[in-house]
């Protein structure tokens, strides 16, 4: 008879990270192992850059890069099944603190957004002019986004 308690976690800390990821966050509970199972951590469905088992009550994970808030935290190694932790942790949301050009006619002309947290990987980004009207946008990088201005189509 083999008896494996499941995994239990229960706190995530810090809950708030930049868009780029990459700082440490720790997850604390109980039953992670007597030993390291090759223990493997995820942020909203993303894999951690990288995760180490620590003890049977703590693993540490390099966070990836994302955006949006209350992203679910899983937690599993070789022989356990996953256990979550919802609506663990947050990015900091976009920043625009500039846009060029920033006046004029831009009818259907590339407009370069500039910022902070716009992510650290290529996200389908979706854009609203002063006239509702949504404009094609194109991320660039955490801190670029390019937007084709709308056409005046009436």
């Not at 008879?1 to 976690?9: A, G, N, R, S, T």
């Not at 540490?60 to 937690?75: A, D, E, K, M, W």
């Not at 002019?129 to 009436?154: E, F, K, Q, Y």
Request: glycine fraction near 12%; charged fraction near 15%.
């Amino acid at each position: 008879f083999d008896f494996k308690p499941p995994m239990d976690l229960q706190s995530v800390s810090p809950a708030n990270f930049p868009a780029l990821g990459g700082g440490t966050v720790t997850l604390t509970g109980a039953f992670f192992g007597l030993y390291d199972n090759t223990a493997r951590a995820s942020v909203g469905g993303r894999p951690c850059e990288r995760t180490d088992w620590v003890s049977h009550t703590l693993v540490t994970c390099r966070v990836p890069p994302g955006f949006g808030s209350g992203r679910n935290v899983s937690l599993w190694t070789e022989v356990t099944d996953a256990a979550i932790v919802h609506a663990a942790l947050t990015y900091d949301a976009p920043i625009v603190t500039a846009a060029s050009p920033s006046h004029g006619p831009v009818v259907g002309a590339n407009v370069t957004v500039l910022g902070a947290n716009f992510g650290g990987y290529p996200v389908r980004v979706a854009g609203v002019s002063d006239s509702d009207r949504a404009s094609a946008v194109a991320w660039v990088s955490d801190s670029s986004l390019i937007s084709t201005a709308p056409t005046d189509d009436g």
